[in-house]
């Protein structure tokens, strides 16, 4: 069972009695689950003021992104964990731009409806990402950056039946070697945010952090 302190602390910042009685339900469940184990874990134990203080900075993000309430729920019902790493969670969003398309709404659907997918970590992302262009497959698509397992992607780059310029590798140890090498700091982040892309949420999320902290 969740306790008051919580229940009351996701009534308040979320207005979840605002919202349809599933929505409620499947939010508790999901939470509680997630609640629990923190209570089984030593190092990150889930207190009060540690999710009250994710909680507000997992909303500040969303909502500049454009969630409303009610999807902002759904997010954290999807992937409750999600409120452990708001700022990897930010860095992934604003990397994955170069994926955005014209109404730059691609990486907002999928983050409400494929949210486990951000489950991925950046370095990975990255070492996929620099694969990719330095292979020549293809283009930057969901599946191969994201979503596809260790093997799936490697599978992409060893060399079969029909030989492929962007298949390097005799094996797939090749390519898990060859990612293992990629060095997460050669990502600038500074220039993935002035991203056309990614311009109006920098501006919104960074700013609004800062009024945060200053008003702590």
């Given at each position: 069972m969740?306790n008051?302190e919580?229940?009351n602390l996701?009534y308040?910042?979320l207005?979840?009695?605002?919202?349809?009685?599933?929505?409620?339900?499947?939010?508790?469940?999901?939470i509680?689950?997630?609640?629990?184990?923190?209570?089984?874990d030593e190092?990150n134990?889930r207190?009060?003021g540690?999710?009250?203080?994710?909680?507000d900075?997992?909303?500040n993000?969303?909502?500049?992104i454009g969630f409303?309430?009610?999807?902002?729920?759904q997010v954290?019902t999807?992937?409750?964990?999600?409120?452990n790493?708001?700022?990897d969670?930010?860095?992934k969003?604003?990397?994955?731009?170069i994926?955005?398309?014209?109404?730059?709404?691609?990486?907002?659907?999928?983050l409400?409806?494929k949210?486990?997918d951000f489950?991925?970590?950046?370095?990975?992302?990255?070492a996929?990402y620099r694969?990719?262009?330095?292979?020549g497959y293809d283009?930057?698509r969901?599946n191969?950056?994201?979503?596809?397992?260790?093997k799936?992607?490697?599978?992409?780059?060893?060399k079969g039946?029909?030989?492929k310029?962007?298949?390097l590798?005799e094996?797939?140890?090749?390519?898990y070697e060859?990612l293992?090498?990629v060095?997460?700091?050669d990502?600038?982040?500074?220039e993935?945010k002035?991203?056309?892309?990614n311009?109006?949420l920098?501006?919104?999320?960074?700013?609004?952090?800062?009024e945060?902290?200053r008003r702590?």
């Amino acid at each position: 069972m969740i306790n008051t302190e919580f229940l009351n602390l996701f009534y308040r910042k979320l207005d979840l009695g605002t919202m349809p009685q599933d929505v409620q339900t499947s939010f508790l469940a999901s939470i509680t689950r997630y609640l629990d184990h923190g209570r089984k874990d030593e190092i990150n134990g889930r207190t009060v003021g540690f999710v009250s203080k994710q909680l507000d900075s997992l909303i500040n993000l969303l909502e500049c992104i454009g969630f409303s309430k009610q999807e902002i729920v759904q997010v954290i019902t999807n992937l409750p964990s999600i409120l452990n790493t708001v700022d990897d969670l930010y860095h992934k969003y604003l990397f994955l731009g170069i994926l955005e398309n014209e109404t730059n709404d691609f990486r907002k659907g999928k983050l409400l409806y494929k949210t486990k997918d951000f489950m991925v970590g950046l370095t990975k992302m990255y070492a996929r990402y620099r694969l990719i262009e330095e292979s020549g497959y293809d283009t930057f698509r969901w599946n191969s950056l994201v979503h596809a397992s260790d093997k799936e992607f490697a599978s992409i780059f060893v060399k079969g039946a029909y030989d492929k310029p962007y298949q390097l590798f005799e094996a797939e140890g090749g390519v898990y070697e060859w990612l293992k090498k990629v060095d997460i700091n050669d990502l600038d982040i500074d220039e993935i945010k002035r991203m056309p892309v990614n311009e109006e949420l920098v501006v919104k999320y960074e700013g609004k952090s800062q009024e945060t902290i200053r008003r702590s």
